[in-house]
């Protein structure tokens, strides 16, 4: 039995992500391959050779792989995919885009979103937004596997000593073409990989509020900043900001929630954050059934004095 993880890089790095995927891959037993399709990739290749646990890197590197199209992607593995019996990629944007369209091209059902492995055949996931778990079986030959990076350890980038093979990188399937890209350049630590999360709601009543009470209080935390769907949809910040189901996951050491109520959708984005803060001056707020250590009070207040004591 061998199991393929698609990894998540930019041509010279692997992504924080891959990393997580290949300790689940690592817990359902079998050896470890990892698929690095891009373009001037082998950097990247080198890296996944040295993360513990991995016993081969298949390197796919061509022109057409340039821009990781999600199409031109999949059927790159699908044309690996002979030899596995599971197949798994991180539970991202990218991630959620390859592996359906590896599973439709396999026709095999896809498990996503994984949190837990029992066995190699049988898997925990979250479904009603994270209210529920659900335990499922799969008997298909080639299971197609999204992972919660979230739920597991990373693998540790040293100490493997897997070896990087060259395979032959198939050309442009023509179904789709990159058009282009706006790359944000961020002054904080990006949101899904920071220790240390400052997140605000609707509370805060405008962006203006938003950036004026919460970037003190993440500057000297050194944190990432985060936002409920409300406050994104409010106009308060861009989408990107967005924690929830229907936006990003996020488990860091610390999460401090500054004017939101708690709905369940957030909830599913940020329960599993290691310790919970929450300031509202709402009492019947949902957000204090998960927190660890709660603020009644009135976050104008109460954030700017925490700022300054910090």
């Known amino acids: ?53 991995v016993s081969k890197v298949l390197l796919a590197d061509g022109a057409a792989h340039a821009h990781q199209l999600p199409e031109n992607t999949a059927s790159q593995v699908v044309a690996v995919a002979g030899g596995y019996t599971h197949i798994l990629a991180p539970a ?23 949190m837990k492995v029992i066995d190699a055949d049988t898997f925990m996931r979250p479904i009603y937004a994270g209210n529920a778990y659900a335990t499922v079986k799969s008997s ?4 197609v596997i999204t992972v919660r990076g979230t739920a597991f350890a ?34 904080r630590p990006e949101l899904t990989a920071a220790k ?16 004026e009470v919460l970037t003190p209080l993440a500057d000297k935390l ?40 708690g709905a ?4 599913a984005g940020m329960k599993d954050s290691k310790v ?6 709402d009492p019947d707020a949902p957000i204090f059934s998960v927190a660890d250590y709660g603020l009644v009070a009135d976050l104008f207040d109460a954030v700017p004095e925490l700022t300054a004591k910090l």
Do not use: C, W
């Open 1 to 53: 039995m061998a199991n393929l993880v698609i990894a998540e890089h930019d041509h010279g790095s692997l992504k924080a992500a891959t990393l997580n995927v290949i300790t689940a891959a690592t817990a359902i037993g079998g050896d470890v391959h990892v698929l690095v399709v891009g373009h001037n990739a082998k950097a990247a290749a080198d890296a996944a050779a040295q993360v513990a646990g």
């Open 92 to 114: 991202t944007p990218h991630g959620k885009a390859v592996a359906p369209r590896v599973a439709a091209l396999l026709d095999k059902a896809q498990i996503s979103d994984i």
């Open 140 to 143: 298909d030959s080639v299971k």
């Open 154 to 187: 990373a693998a540790a980038q040293s100490g493997g000593s897997g070896a990087v093979e060259t395979i032959a990188a198939l050309g442009d399937g023509g179904l789709s073409s990159f058009v282009s890209a706006e790359i944000v350049k961020l002054e």
């Open 196 to 211: 240390i999360i400052v997140s605000g709601g609707r509370g805060l009543g405008s962006g203006e509020k938003y950036r």
């Open 222 to 261: 050194g944190a990432a900043m985060g936002a409920s769907r409300a406050a994104v949809d409010a106009g308060y910040v861009p989408n990107d900001y967005q924690v929830g189901q229907t936006g990003k996951i996020v488990a860091p050491e610390l999460y401090i929630a500054i004017g939101m109520s």
């Open 264 to 267: 369940i959708q957030h909830l």
């Open 276 to 281: 919970i803060v929450a300031i509202n001056k």
